[in-house]
């Protein structure tokens, strides 16, 4: 099927939501993708930072085949053994004593949110359900997580949203000024992704941590985007020092299948009890396999030192660039702003020459594999080169 027989049918059947590339994926190998022609791209985006371990990685393809050809699908009516190794697994590795599994980002702040919720509705009256979310986030694309979500783009022609969130700017003031007897929790993204890759400041969040701590308010953090090595570190949180009430994933944790996790410490264990929340999907046995697979690797401390070399050399070849003002990030989360021509522009270039990469508003964005060579890497930032040059 040629690309304009399948952009045919893309149009006729399904809903038009994406602005895509002019191409058709169909295959990949590491970090490279390869479309419906046989063109071979660099790929800095791994599918929006799920395809953790790259393309078809040989542990992790192994992994979910064999459990798809043992057990496909149980319900959570029944016990599910790959569902508890996972959960073993993510709890030793962060610290968190239990977890829910759910098929999403947005699944997992879903979580997240209902916990929050019911921890204070428990011990101290329904009255206590508003949560402080910071502008310029982004949770979801649910109508809770895109009420949690402090981007007015994202709310129109939507409304009315889920109540009981309220946006404060990425300082203590103002966090304090939006608290109130009524709050029961703070999300926060160590790293605005969407909102343009931007790190939150060490200083705030250690101060975030103790205020929450002093009115027995909730501190999730969202690490949809930055958890599973993306930064450096197994989990973002751990880059600051401090150790959240709850901590949502996905994305990366499947290495390329769909799951939610939402982590908690022990004293929020036993909050969410039988029917309170549920998932048909979540945690079946096929995901975790993969999920196993990919903690195996990203798990190892060898292995993330491994991240934060790559991130460091990506980031020094960036910033080397003529075309480049600046760079910001951490590990492999990377955000780079360009002194002419727009973000949006470059990445179609980028396309057209054979690399792939993203765009958070005026920022060119990049989440490669975990696993990129540093081959991968020069060849991909050569071509950025290029397309940078033709602006000036």
Request: overall charge negative; glycine content about 12%; hydrophobic content about 40%.
């Amino acid at each position: 099927m040629t690309f304009e027989e399948i952009q045919e049918q893309d149009r006729n059947y399904i809903m038009q939501t994406y602005g895509r590339f002019p191409m058709a994926l169909v295959s990949g190998h590491g970090a490279t993708a390869v479309d419906c022609e046989g063109k071979e791209y660099i790929d800095f985006t791994s599918g929006i930072g799920v395809n953790s371990l790259g393309y078809c990685d040989e542990r992790w393809t192994q992994a979910v085949a064999k459990q798809a050809a043992t057990l496909q699908h149980t319900s959570n009516l029944y016990y599910n053994p790959m569902q508890i190794r996972l959960a073993e697994t993510l709890c030793t590795l962060t610290g968190f004593s239990k977890v829910f599994f759910g098929n999403s980002g947005a699944e997992a702040n879903e979580c997240a949110i209902k916990l929050a919720r019911k921890y204070s509705a428990d011990k101290y009256g329904k009255s206590r359900h508003k949560i402080i979310t910071l502008k310029n986030s982004f949770h979801g694309r649910t109508v809770t997580t895109l009420a949690a979500t402090g981007q007015d783009a994202f709310h129109e022609k939507f409304t009315p949203l889920t109540k009981g969130f309220s946006y404060a700017l990425t300082n203590m003031d103002s966090v304090k000024e939006n608290a109130a007897e009524d709050t029961c929790a703070v999300m926060i993204e160590l790293i605005q992704g969407e909102g343009g890759v931007l790190p939150l400041d060490h200083g705030f969040v250690k101060e975030l941590r103790t205020f929450c701590n002093e009115h027995d308010i909730l501190l999730i953090a969202d690490e949809v985007q930055s958890g599973v090595g993306r930064t450096g570190a197994l989990y973002c949180f751990q880059n600051y020092d401090i150790m959240p009430d709850i901590v949502t994933s996905a994305k990366g944790l499947g290495g390329g299948l769909p799951i939610g996790a939402c982590l908690c410490g022990e004293r929020l264990g036993g909050v969410m009890d039988a029917g309170s929340h549920g998932s048909t999907f979540g945690g079946n046995p096929v995901v975790c396999a993969g999920a196993l697979a990919v903690l195996d690797v990203v798990g190892n401390e060898s292995f993330l030192q491994e991240v934060r070399e790559k991130g460091a050399y990506f980031t020094e070849k960036l910033s080397a660039m003529e075309g480049i003002e600046f760079v910001r990030g951490m590990g492999m989360m990377l955000g780079a702003k360009l002194k002419k021509g727009s973000a949006k522009e470059a990445a179609q270039k980028c396309a057209a020459n054979g690399l792939l990469v993203l765009t958070a508003k005026e920022m060119l964005r990049f989440l490669p594999p975990l696993t990129i060579t540093y081959g991968d890497i020069d060849a991909g930032l050569a071509i950025l080169e290029k397309v940078i040059k033709e602006f000036h």
